[in-house]
T-cell receptor, first 115, second 109 residues
Framework: GAVVSQHPSWVICKSGTSVKIECRSL??????MFWYRQFPKQSLMLMAT?????????EQGVEKDKFLINHASLTLSTLTVTSAHPEDSSFYIC???????????FGQGTRLTVV | GQNIDQPTEMTATEGAIVQINCTYQ??????LFWYQQHAGEAPTFLSY??LDGLEEKGRFSSFLSRSKGYSYLLLKELQMKDSASYLC??????????WGAGTKLIIKP
């Protein structure tokens, strides 16, 4: 299956700063990637769909100006959490899915803690 | 609307068998996935069902009934490392995975 590399695996930042999370597809050309957020003991929540060469599609309730997504190439999508606040502390996971009925391949996830 | 219903938590004994049920309602249906997720880690793929019936893969089996909107994951010969959350995720008409909160499985010696 496809290999997805997500970096960093964890980050601690100060409130008001920005954090960039990278998601790389190592052996698959990903025209679409998905960004999820997961709070403790809760389900994965889709934040946005990242489309290569075009604007991301955000889910309802997700601020596009706060969570900047860039998908400039077929192997890299980035999520930048701007002006982070403690309530943004969460587990962020990227994934790419094959076409049709194939499984989703996940990055390792990024544990963000805003202090 | 779209909805997933799984038990929040289950407890089982090492070496035993456990069945985790999932009922779902989605806009369209393109199969159902089961994932395992250990705390602090990303989900890992376990199984995929698109047709009715049972799919067996080693110690894990997954069943689907599309007419009933129902699936279960069956884990046999439970091991301590099977302690994790198990996520039922149907795929809707847009092939988007719909995630439930998962079932936390606790294995006791």
């Amino acid at each position: 299956g496809a290999v997805v590399s997500q970096h960093p695996s964890w980050v601690i930042c100060k409130s008001g700063t920005s954090v960039k999370i990278e998601c790389r597809s190592l052996d698959f050309q990903a025209t679409t990637m998905f960004w999820y957020r997961q709070f403790p003991k809760q389900s994965l929540m889709l934040m946005a769909t990242s489309n290569e060469g075009s604007k991301a599609t955000y889910e309802q309730g997700v601020e596009k100006d706060k969570f900047l997504i860039n998908h400039a190439s077929l192997t890299l999508s980035t999520l930048t959490v701007t002006s982070a606040h403690p309530e943004d502390s969460s587990f962020y996971i990227c994934s790419l899915a094959g076409t049709g009925h194939t499984e989703a391949f996940f990055g390792q996830g990024t544990r963000l803690t805003v202090v | 609307g779209q909805n997933i219903d799984q038990p929040t938590e289950m407890t089982a004994t090492e070496g035993a068998i456990v069945q985790i049920n999932c009922t779902y309602q989605t806009s369209g249906f393109n199969g159902l996935f089961w994932y395992q997720q250990h705390a602090g880690e990303a989900p890992t793929f376990l199984s995929y069902n698109v047709l009715d019936g049972l799919e067996e893969k080693g110690r894990f089996s997954s069943f689907l009934s599309r007419s009933k909107g129902y699936s279960y994951l069956l884990l046999k010969e439970l091991q301590m490392k099977d302690s994790a959350s198990y996520l039922c995720a149907p795929s809707d008409s847009n092939y988007q995975l719909i995630w439930g909160a998962g079932t936390k499985l606790i294995i006791k010696p």
